[in-house]
């Protein structure tokens, strides 16, 4: 039996009010709202990946096999750290993550560890992706801090704007080739 594509489920997680819901918003329908409405528990979007034509970088020579499309399940958790205990069993059988953080608001940046080491225990050693979100407003961080913690951790940094739609697209589509490469190699 031939597969015609892949289905992976993916986190998107940070502080409240960093973006994640207007990050995932603005990637699966390419819509921005301006007024916030604080995520509760989970939202959740399905978003479909045609991998040779969508993801740049991937040609006809990086064909997967039988495998031409990635469906990816988008879990946008609550960023109530109080209320964290509750929204444990989404981690479940995650394959990456996008731990999102405001660059303007430099608590939410200081809050990548404690996200990081909690996707960590719950998920194990999935492929995922820093991102600063609202680029279009003034940085609270540095680049040089910011540089650290990216290197830090060895993994992809990506500043973007839901608002702008700034490099959302190629942020979301570099985590699903990480996912292809993990499930690939």
């Not at 009010?17 to 528990?41: A, H, M, P």
């Not at 064909?63 to 750290?81: N, S």
């Not at 600063?132 to 961080?141: A, H, L, M, R, T």
Request: glycine share 8%.
């Amino acid at each position: 039996m031939k597969l015609s594509g892949l289905r992976g489920k993916c986190l998107i997680i940070g502080d409240a009010s960093v973006g994640k819901t207007s990050l995932l918003d603005r990637y699966v329908n390419d819509n921005f709202q301006e007024k916030y409405i604080q995520t509760l528990g989970a939202n959740f979007m399905v978003k479909e990946v045609d991998l040779i034509d969508k993801l740049e970088g991937i040609s006809d020579s990086d064909y997967y096999g039988d495998i031409k499309e990635l469906k990816l399940y988008w879990w946008d958790l609550g960023g109530q750290k109080d209320k964290l205990f509750a929204n444990e069993y989404y981690f479940g059988q995650a394959h990456g993550a996008l731990i999102v953080f405001d660059v303007s608001n430099k608590e939410s940046f200081e809050s990548l560890d404690f996200w990081i080491s909690k996707m960590t225990a719950l998920t194990g050693d999935i492929p995922f992706i820093i991102i600063g979100n609202k680029c279009d407003k003034k940085k609270e961080i540095t680049d040089q801090d910011i540089k650290k913690k990216v290197e830090g951790y060895k993994v992809e940094y990506f500043e973007t704007s839901a608002k702008t739609n700034e490099n959302v697209t190629l942020a979301f589509n570099s985590l699903a080739k990480k996912i292809l490469n993990k499930t690939f190699s």
